[in-house]
């Protein structure tokens, strides 16, 4: 999947970026990039939401759509909800095999599906972190999203400052490249249902 440029690039576009040695210049700038970036997240799950709807067969009706979308939102937990979506993916490329669509058209689209999960779940991390980070000032380097204290996954048990200890610090820059990206998901989600329609509509 594609991430979108920045000047602090990391290997994937869902790993914790680099800290900053300066951060935001207001807590506001933050407090502002954590809305609209979660926001961006909920526009993806959405989407995800149809997805499971169209591999749940209820592509064809928004009567339909609509109750099959609030059963995936039913469940709490994320990791369960994309678990329901790969369950349903799985029995919808069943059908297509049985329905006699190319075995290579099949695996290529699970090998998208595949690396659609990953990207998804990857972004899902960032997304948590944004979600329960807590803005703070750091002395003599300026505002930043971070690890609640009482987090002690987030937090290295090493004496040193807070800043120094913790798993991750954004910016807001760092929140609206995670932003850019969740923005992606949400295009790529879209672009794998048309994957669908092409390779392993029911006339192919």
Same mark, same amino acid.
């Given at each position: 999947?594609?991430k979108k440029p &920045?000047?602090? =690039?990391? *290997?994937?576009?869902?790993?914790i ?5 300066t @951060?935001? +210049?207001? $807590? #506001?700038?933050?407090?502002r990039?954590v809305?609209m ?18 591999f749940a ?12 979308a609030?059963a ?8 369960s909800?994309? &678990?329901?979506? =790969?369950? *349903? ?5 069943q059908?297509?095999?049985d329905? @006699?669509? +190319?075995? $290579? #058209?099949?695996?290529?689209?699970s090998a ?6 990953r ?12 979600a ?44 609206r ?28």
């Amino acid at each position: 999947m594609p991430k979108k440029p &920045g000047p602090k =690039q990391t *290997a994937s576009p869902w790993e914790i970026r680099p800290k900053a040695p300066t @951060g935001s +210049p207001t $807590d #506001d700038e933050i407090y502002r990039a954590v809305g609209m970036a979660l926001t961006s997240w909920e526009y993806a799950e959405t989407a995800l939401a149809a997805l499971f709807a169209r591999f749940a067969r209820a592509e064809a009706d928004s009567k339909v759509i609509e109750p099959a979308a609030q059963a995936y939102g039913s469940i709490t937990n994320f990791n369960s909800r994309v &678990g329901m979506v =790969q369950i *349903a993916a799985q029995a919808f490329f069943q059908l297509a095999e049985d329905r @006699g669509c +190319p075995v $290579d #058209d099949i695996d290529d689209v699970s090998a998208s599906f595949r690396e659609l999960t990953r990207f998804t779940n990857g972004l899902a991390e960032r997304r948590n972190n944004i979600a329960h980070g807590v803005v703070s000032h750091v002395s003599g380097r300026g505002h930043y999203l971070m690890p609640p204290m009482y987090n002690s996954k987030k937090y290295k048990l090493v004496t040193a400052p807070q800043w120094e200890r913790c798993t991750f610090a954004f910016t807001a820059e760092d929140i609206r490249y995670y932003r850019a990206n969740f923005e992606e998901l949400y295009d790529e989600i879209f672009a794998f249902d048309e994957l669908l329609d092409w390779r392993l509509r029911p006339s192919h």
